[in-house]
């Protein structure tokens, strides 16, 4: 079974970091894209980042570039997103989702997402 | 990177059917034939109902359709069931930015 699970969130000051984990179990990891999406409350989902299969190759929403950092280790079949000078709007569900393929516009078919994982950002 | 544009809400009775257009430009919906959908009730996972413009995962039923025509996806939901009330984003590949999401179409069964 499929499955994805983020960890990691919790309350962080305004300019603080924090280091979202996926661990994703039931599939050849290294042959999917994986992204983080995230939702502020009463808002819609917004796309944060994606990664190839591989990790060669890294995708940011302009409104991450520069502060945050996707990577994954396909030894451990899990992806991190690296946070960094977060700021109150930063404050939604992440969540953590598995694309349909090895490339990276197979990220629109992302087929199973993790739960979420809640991020306060907060003073 | 702009989001796409949809519908706040829409409505419907039992049995109806409703159609929730995605509107992007040319550099999103008008140029790549990758426009999915997801259907998100509170609290859960988002779930994916139609991918590839056109195709559905197995396990999602056959009332979930969807289209495109130009720069505007479209997502039918036809036989309306009370289980259908959620939210639903369509998303498009942009080339240089893989998911871009549409604000959202709250689906209301009356």
């Known amino acids: 079974e499929v499955q994805v699970l983020e960890s990691g969130g919790g309350l962080v000051q305004p300019g603080g970091t924090l280091r979202l984990s996926c661990e994703a179990s039931g599939f050849t990891f290294s042959s999917y894209v994986m992204s983080w999406v995230r939702q502020a409350p009463g808002k819609g989902l917004e796309w944060v980042s994606s990664?190839?299969?591989?990790?060669?190759?890294?995708y940011y929403a302009d409104s991450v570039k520069g502060r945050f950092t996707i990577s994954r280790d396909n030894s451990k079949n899990t992806v991190h997103l690296l946070m960094n000078s977060l700021r109150a709007e930063d404050s939604a569900v992440y969540y953590c989702?598995?694309?349909?393929?090895?490339?990276?516009?197979?990220?629109?078919?992302?087929?199973?997402w993790g739960q979420g994982t809640q991020v306060t950002v907060s003073s | 990177q702009s989001a796409l544009t949809q519908p706040r809400s829409v409505s419907g009775s039992p049995g109806q059917s409703v159609t929730i257009s995605c509107t992007g430009t040319s550099s999103d919906v008008g140029a790549y034939n990758y426009v999915s959908w997801y259907q998100h009730h509170p609290g859960k996972a988002p779930k994916l109902i139609i991918s590839?413009?056109?195709k559905r995962p197995s396990g999602v039923p056959d009332r979930f359709s969807g289209s495109k025509s130009g720069n505007t996806a479209s997502l039918t939901i036809s036989g309306l069931q009370a289980e259908d009330e959620a939210h639903y984003y369509c998303c498009s590949y942009a080339g240089t930015y893989p998911m871009v999401f549409g604000g959202g179409t709250k689906v209301t069964v009356l």
């Open positions: 989702a598995r694309g349909g393929g090895v490339v990276i516009l197979a990220a629109t078919r992302s087929d199973h």
């Open positions: 990664v190839t299969a591989s990790g060669a190759t890294t």
């Open positions: 590839d413009v056109t």
